[in-house]
């Protein structure tokens, strides 16, 4: 199963933002825009969700489906 993460996180807290996107690389996950990842680590995911809220920001987690092909 694959997730999509999708965060905001204020514009001048540019620690949190360059922490997340660390997190994200060294997760193994992929940009799919500016703060849009994909990954299919669920609770890694989670955990990020967390840390993204209790600096300030917005976070969520997306299932990632394909509806139609």
């Known amino acids: 199963m694959s997730y999509l993460i999708v965060y905001d ?9 360059l922490r997340t996107n660390r997190r994200l690389r060294k997760l193994g996950a992929l940009r799919l825009q500016h703060s849009v990842w994909e990954s299919n680590k669920f609770v890694h995911l989670q955990a990020l969700v967390i840390s993204i809220k209790s600096a300030g920001g917005k976070a ?9 092909e």
Do not use: E
């Open 9 to 17: 996180i204020r514009r001048l807290d540019n620690a949190t933002r």
């Open 60 to 68: 969520l987690i997306l299932k990632k489906q394909v509806i139609y």
